[in-house]
């Protein structure tokens, strides 16, 4: 039964598992589209999916928990060595003022000056023109990803290249819950372009904030037909 099972696998791709790990941007908005295409070629395949950051991905991975994981690059050294590294896609992180969309749809459309009207401020001014400035933040709460994780030391890193400590008033680890404490207004949140409807959000005018996603496996290991299958249709699929 067990040669049986195995030929099957092989040949028509009937029967097989995969398990495959990534952060919050690549199971919910990345991997649905991916398992839906492959299920539908495969029925037979079994999918389990976890949710993580890079470095506890790219360590199940290393100790045979995962078959594939995607993940944020660079990798720490150690992670890295014993890794295959097949780069997917750029993402850019984008930043959601307190109220979006509501906030800016009002703060861009055009309205008669007023005399009582308050003079705007920084960010308000930011979301009239579509894009930020770290320096525009100061003050400003900010909805973050939890500590620890590639998107928060990212968005760390470039702010303090700026010289703005951002305010966080709330660390979360969903992208969803992030968006949603920004539209009651909590505060500001960086997300991922994968998550918006194009033209929402605000691109840093100090520089895009991107970052580059890849599939990782282990270098001693050949994937099984239904992980290379899986490996294959999620690099054809995914926009660049």
Known sequence: EAGLRAVRELVGLQAGSIRVGGGATA???????VVSAVRAAHPGLRFYVREAGSSTVAAAVLSGELD???VTLPLKAAESDD?????????ELRLLPPGEPETARRARRPRPAAASDSPPTPLTAAIA??????????????????A??????????????????????????????????????????????????PGEGLACRDGKLT?????????????????????????????R
């Open 211 to 239: 970052r580059g996603l890849a599939i990782i496996r282990r270098r001693d290991r050949i994937p099984s037909p239904a992980v290379a299958e899986f490996e294959r249709v999620l690099v054809a699929e995914l926009p």
């Open 129 to 146: 023109a579509g894009s930020f400035r770290f320096k525009d933040l100061a003050g400003v709460p900010i909805v973050a990803f939890e």
């Open 68 to 70: 594939l994981g995607i």
């Open 83 to 91: 890794l295959v590294k097949i780069p997917l896609v750029t993402d």
């Open 27 to 33: 199971t919910t908005y990345l991997l649905p589209r």
């Open 148 to 197: 620890g994780t590639a998107v928060r030391e990212m968005i760390d890193r470039a702010a303090a290249a700026a010289g703005v400590p951002l305010n966080v008033v709330m660390e979360l680890r969903s992208i969803e819950s992030i968006k949603r404490m920004v539209a009651a207004g909590i505060g500001a949140g960086f997300v991922s372009r994968f998550a918006l409807s």
